[in-house]
């Protein structure tokens, strides 16, 4: 079975919002991480995840198999979930 | 004896100092010219500073907003108050009004941010975040 969806989002971030929003619309089933909700351990290693996937610090971040969205891009995410 | 210097105020908002206008006086609510914070005018043991009258509220990272937007002629869009939002939540959780599009809450970043305040507009349309635009 393929991957959850996985979304590095800022809560108070709204096109983070917009993301998720248009995944609930479409009744994705995925991971959010609020990287500035978490402890410091945690934000840090979120943070180097995103870094690697992207080489910056930008939000959201959305993974979808092999594709990396980065901004709330509803037209790749139509393509990366194929609806 | 060595010619005056002007006067300057500083703002606590974007830390840098702006000039002393003829006829202001203690007391006096000002604009900031660099970042649009509402300043009431404070002689202090350093000199001259603007204090926040509406420190953390609603109303002043509103009227900062929009100050700023018409000292440089920039205009919004339809995710201006989904970012307010985000500001004031910012400001809930850190203490002051930082982008709600990074992950730093630091002065640098207090809005508007520094790249803002440094031409990023001019550049590229819009701040990182696109609460202020170029008016098209």
Known sequence: ?83 | MSAEQPERVFCPVCLAKFKFANGWKEGDTVICPICGQKLRLRRGPEGWVGDRPEKGSEKEIRERAEEYARLRGYVFNEIKEELIQGLIAKNRRFGDFYCPCRMEHNPEYQCPCKPTRGGDVEKNGRCYCGFFWKKA
């Open chain 1, 1 to 83: 079975m393929a991957k959850k969806p996985k979304v590095y989002a800022l809560s108070t971030c709204p096109y983070c919002k917009r993301t998720r929003r248009f995944l609930d619309a479409h009744r994705v089933d995925y991971e959010c991480i609020e990287v500035d909700q978490l402890d410091d351990a945690k934000q840090d290693q979120a943070l180097e995840e995103i870094k690697k996937l992207t080489g910056k610090q930008s939000f959201p971040v959305v993974v979808i198999g092999d594709d990396i969205i980065v901004g709330h891009d509803e037209d790749k995410l139509r393509r990366a979930l194929k609806i």
